[in-house]
C-alpha cells in the first residue's frame, strides 16, 4: 500500500503571495490532517477533514484553509505569507471510521517545506 | 489544557546501549499515545501506539510502556544502533471531540558507533 504522499516537497514564497498545499492520503483512509512544524513551536495541529467536511480547527488566523475532495486527497492554502509561516507542513492520515476515530493510527507524509522570504 | 513533554531533549549513547526515553502528559483522559520517530527534514513514520486500557506495546527492539494514571509512557530501545539516531517524538490523543494528536518537543537520540 502506497503511503502519504504530499507535493510539492519544497517551495520557495515571498510575502504577501499564497500557497496551496496537496495530501493524498493512503487509500481507503478518509480522514486527513494537517500540521505545521516549527522550531520554536513544534508540531501544532491546523485542521482535520473527513469526508469533505472540516471536523476540527486549531488555533490558526484565518489565512490558513483548507479543503477535502471525494477521493479523500486535500489541499491546505495559506494566503498573504508570512516569514513566519516557514515550517515544514505535514498531513496525515487515518482511517476515520465510526468507533475507530480516536483509537485508530495516524500516518504521516513526508511534508513540504515552505519558505517564506 | 494538555501538555506534553519529553526529558532529555537530547541523548547521546555509544552503540549496543540499551535506553529509555520519558514522555510525560499533563491530563490523564487520553483516548492513546503514539511514539513517532523522524529523521532529519523528513515526515514522521509511526513506531508504536498504545490504547488507553494498554500497558504496553512492542515492535522488534522497541517497547512503550503507558502509565495513564501518573500520565507517563516510555519508550525503551534495545541493543541501540547508529541506524537508531533521530528525534523521538510522542503524541498523545486527548479525550474529548478534538482528535487532534499534541506532540512533545521530542528527544534527539544520537547513536555513535
Known amino acids: 500500500k502506497a503511503g502519504v504522499t504530499q507535493t510539492p516537497r519544497y517551495l520557495i514564497k515571498t510575502r504577501g503571495q499564497q500557497v496551496t498545499l496537496s495530501c493524498s492520503p493512503i487509500?481507503?483512509?478518509?480522514?486527513v490532517s494537517w500540521y505545521q512544524q516549527t522550531p520554536g513551536q513544534g508540531l501544532q495541529f491546523l485542521f482535520e477533514?473527513?469526508?469533505?467536511?472540516?471536523?476540527n480547527k486549531g488555533n490558526f488566523p484565518g489565512r490558513f484553509s483548507g479543503r477535502q475532495f471525494s477521493n479523500s486527497r486535500s489541499e491546505m492554502n495559506v494566503s498573504t505569507l508570512e516569514l513566519g509561516d516557514s515550517a515544514l507542513y505535514l498531513c496525515?492520515?487515518?482511517?476515520?471510521?465510526?468507533?475507530?476515530?480516536?483509537?485508530?493510527?495516524?500516518?504521516f507524509g513526508p511534508g513540504t517545506r515552505l519558505t517564506v522570504l | 489544557k494538555q501538555e506534553v513533554t519529553q526529558i532529555p531533549a537530547a541523548l547521546s549513547v555509544p552503540e549496543g546501549e540499551n535506553l529509555v526515553l520519558n514522555c510525560s502528559f499533563t491530563?490523564?483522559?487520553?483516548?492513546?499515545l503514539q511514539w513517532f520517530r523522524q529523521d532529519p527534514g523528513k515526515g514522521l513514520t509511526s513506531l508504536l501506539l498504545?490504547?488507553?486500557?494498554?500497558r504496553e506495546q512492542t515492535s522488534g527492539r522497541l517497547n512503550a510502556s503507558l502509565d495513564k494514571s501518573s500520565g507517563r509512557s516510555t519508550l525503551y530501545i534495545a541493543a541501540s544502533q547508529p541506524g537508531d539516531s533521530a528525534t523521538y517524538l510522542c503524541?498523545?490523543?486527548?479525550?474529548?471531540?478534538?482528535?487532534?494528536?499534541?506532540f512533545g518537543q521530542g528527544t534527539t537520540l544520537q547513536v555513535k558507533p
Open positions: 503524541a498523545v490523543r486527548s479525550s474529548g471531540n478534538t482528535g487532534k494528536l499534541i
Open positions: 487509500s481507503g483512509h478518509r480522514s
Open positions: 477533514y473527513f469526508s469533505e467536511t472540516q471536523r
Open positions: 496525515a492520515s487515518s482511517s476515520g471510521l465510526a468507533g475507530a476515530r480516536f483509537t485508530d493510527t495516524q500516518y
Open positions: 491530563d490523564s483522559a487520553i483516548y492513546n
Open positions: 498504545i490504547q488507553s486500557s494498554q
